[in-house]
């Protein structure tokens, strides 16, 4: 475990490896722990990086700020306070946001970029995360925090239900997941998604000149599948890497085949 400080608070991060660096980056609701495997098979040949956005995993949740655009600024601290000139990004659902956000906004720091089941634009989320988007929820939750610990641990017994649905091995998303959304604050939980729900990378992704893959699940049912043909449309030179058996976590469903994907194109591009 190592921890990292920056201006708006602490940052969790797990380092394995030797090599050229590679940052992993979670998604809604995730942390670190969504790479155990990806840091164990990258870390024979990269200096593997995955982090916890402020407010998730065991990073703190001192931030006034959980806002997707506020996370692309972490990610610059992150490199900056390690000494990482340069490195590939590889982002799950709002990390992969995060990602190209990134290579937009700080290209000279960028190699290259892996996004995997990522929305493009915010509409393409699920109903149920759209609904967990809704600021009047926040507000909510905000002024009268036993109705947020209510919600919360009603939430929870739901997803691990539908971590069934989410991945193959159900049983060991949801445990994964019933211990990332217990460190949840309002802030990290409301903020995040709202922000993320109101993206639209569109209009600037033609500024991203370096290699770009998207991974989508066909099965995905959090972040619709077609947002690979929105990353190819807007992104010409970008590689799609399409995963019939897999939904919104094909490091799960397809783990062997989802590894050497990842390892070719940091490899070749």
Known sequence: MATLVTEQGIVHYETYGRGRPV?????WLGSWSLWRKTIEVLGKEFRT?????????ESADKATNFSVNNFVMLVDQFMDRLGIVKAPLVGHSMGGTVSLSAAIRFPEKVVKTIVVGSPIVGSSLSPLLKMASYQGGFKLAQSAPIIYRTFMYGFTLFLRGYSYIMA????TLGKMITADVSNLTVGPFFESIGTLRNTDLRPRLNEIKMPVMGIYGKKDVIVNPNQSKVLKEYLPHSKIAWFENSGHFPMMDESERFHETLRDFLHNG
Not at 49 to 57: C, E, H, I, K
Not at 168 to 171: E, F, M, N, Y
């Open 49 to 57: 990086y995955a982090l916890d956005f402020w407010g998730f995993g």
């Open 23 to 27: 940052l992993l980056l979670h998604g």
């Open 168 to 171: 193959r091995d159900g049983k």
